[in-house]
Structure formats: structure tokens, C-alpha cells
């Protein structure tokens, strides 16, 4: 596990694809990239990419480790969540108004890697934070919630993206 300075530390690494050439398909029920950062070698991680009736979509980055891998960051729409109950002296400012909040399917929202707690046991509502889209509506609106979370999470090489229709 990491600290939260670690895994703040984590998500700023500089990040490319380790296939420039690779193209995500939203057709598919999941897509997962793998990324290298040429600023620290020492890490690898992936995103994935998944879609399915349930949920519109889910997008997360995990670092990854050995054979195991852990959450940083992760978008979700049309998937609901509880918050943990309880905050620890780890839990920054910003999310302990959202102790114990149950997130309803209809509620978007960005977990978030928290030292001390199960990868990605938090989240915040995306009406809350900088992060577009809000909501997804159109086929136009994934894309632009992949680059933008490529954009957070530092991602440098450039995406290509097949397009699927909602």
C-alpha cells in the first residue's frame, strides 16, 4: 500500500502508452492500455476501459506491482457505492463530508486512493470536483470523459479511440 503522498506521487508521473498504436474499442466490454512512465521505471500501470448494462462506464488507473495491482483513481457512472463510516487522521479534508455517504446509481462519481483504507474505498460526487462530463448523454461524451481522465492522470502519448454507439 502507499501513502497518499505516494500515490499523489503516482498518479503526476509522466505516462505513455506502451503501444502508441493501440485503439480503444468502445464496442468491447472492456478495454484495458498499459502505460510506462520514462520519469520512474520502477512503476507500471494500466487503465481499463469497462462498459457493460450496468454500468456505462467505469474508468480507473491502477499501479501495478508484481502480480498484484492498486487502485488510484476510478470514474464510475451507473454504479453505486458506500463510503466507509468511519475517517482516519489519513482522510483528506475534502472528502470527510462524504463519511458513510451511499452513492445511488444515478450519481457519478471519482474514487479516490486513501492511505489506510481498502485501493479506492472512497469517492466524491463529479458534481463536486473539476471534472467534465458530469453526466454521460451521447457517444461524443465518453470520449471526452477518457481524454479527460487521461488528461488527470497525466497520460502524454495520444489516444485513439473507436467509437461505439450508447
Known amino acids: 500500500m502507499f501513502t497518499n503522498q505516494e500515490a499523489k506521487y503516482l498518479l503526476d508521473l509522466e505516462k505513455n502508452l506502451v503501444n502508441p498504436y493501440q485503439t480503444i474499442d468502445l464496442k468491447n466490454k472492456k478495454n484495458r492500455i498499459e502505460l510506462i512512465s520514462n520519469q520512474d521505471s520502477d512503476y507500471a500501470f494500466w487503465i481499463e476501459i469497462t462498459t457493460n448494462q450496468k454500468i456505462i462506464l ?16 476510478r ?7 458506500h463510503n466507509p463510516e468511519n475517517s482516519k487522521d489519513t482522510l483528506p479534508e475534502f472528502l470527510k463530508p462524504y463519511a458513510d455517504k451511499w452513492f445511488q446509481p444515478t450519481e457519478p462519481h471519482m474514487h479516490i486512493y486513501v492511505e489506510g483504507y481498502k485501493p479506492l474505498a472512497w469517492a466524491i460526487p463529479l458534481t463536486e470536483i473539476d471534472f467534465q462530463p ?8 465518453l470520449s471526452d470523459l477518457i481524454f479527460n481522465f487521461a488528461r488527470r492522470i497525466n497520460l502524454k502519448s495520444i489516444i485513439n479511440i473507436q467509437q461505439a454507439l450508447l
Open 58 to 73: 467505469k474508468t480507473s488507473i491502477h499501479h501495478l506491482e508484481s502480480n498484484s495491482h492498486i487502485g488510484l483513481l
Open 75 to 81: 470514474i464510475d457512472f451507473k454504479g453505486g457505492h
Open 134 to 141: 458530469k453526466e454521460i448523454n451521447q457517444s461524443s461524451d
